[in-house]
């Protein structure tokens, strides 16, 4: 589920359920997965929005304390599923991604994700004056000054490729035509 993913991201994610353990939470939420972008300090989601600056106001505003406690051993091995808006965030996340022409879900994504719809965290977002208009600039200057190191899928299949489609697609047909055409014709003789 997580293959496209970056290391931050995965990190965010796997704080999330951190944090919605610490709670005795049966599912991870919108907030919990906030919370977990503000634990990624230096992300590309927390110099966007400054979140580690203002984790407490944020976990104030979600209703999440900070953890006391370590968890045990047996508490960390439980299983927690996500829940139906943190569920949303993701896919939303995959859709901003998409939409920078990115093979890659990074944590400006998250935070991108938590924004594009109505939720406890993306309210919290909003009381912090972070929009997704403005995290949809902020995070394309930043791509733009700070490139992600592209991958050998990425550099084939990845923005290249989609904004040359239409040429590639021409090409492959017009040489099966061809391929046909010549095998048509030994054929016919």
């Known amino acids: ?25 049966f599912a991870i939420s919108a907030a919990h997965i906030l919370i977990g972008l503000t634990r990624e ?4 989601a927390d110099v966007i929005a400054s979140l ?16 006391q406690t370590k968890l045990t051993e047996p508490k960390l ?16 996340a995959a859709r901003e991604s998409q939409s920078d022409d990115a093979y890659w879900i990074g944590t400006d994504h998250l935070l991108r994700g938590i924004l594009s719809f ?22 394309r200057n930043h791509r733009a000054e700070f490139p992600d190191k592209k991958s050998i899928y990425y550099r084939i299949f990845g923005s290249p490729f989609r904004a040359h489609r239409g040429i590639y697609i021409k ?13 048509l014709i030994r054929w016919l003789n």
Do not use: H
């Open 1 to 25: 589920m997580f293959e496209r993913y970056v290391e931050e991201s995965r990190r965010v994610i796997f704080f999330a359920r951190y944090e919605a353990l610490c709670q005795d939470a």
């Open 41 to 44: 300090v230096g992300s590309r």
């Open 77 to 92: 091995s439980r299983e927690i599923p996500l829940d139906d808006k943190s569920k949303m965030v993701l896919e939303y």
């Open 52 to 67: 580690k600056e203002n984790e407490a106001k944020l976990r104030e505003i979600v209703a999440i304390p900070c953890p």
């Open 171 to 183: 090409l492959l047909s017009f040489i099966a035509v061809c391929v046909l055409g010549t095998l």
């Open 118 to 139: 109505p939720n406890e965290a993306s309210t919290a977002l909003r009381a912090n004056s972070m929009d997704l208009a403005t995290a949809r600039l902020a995070s």
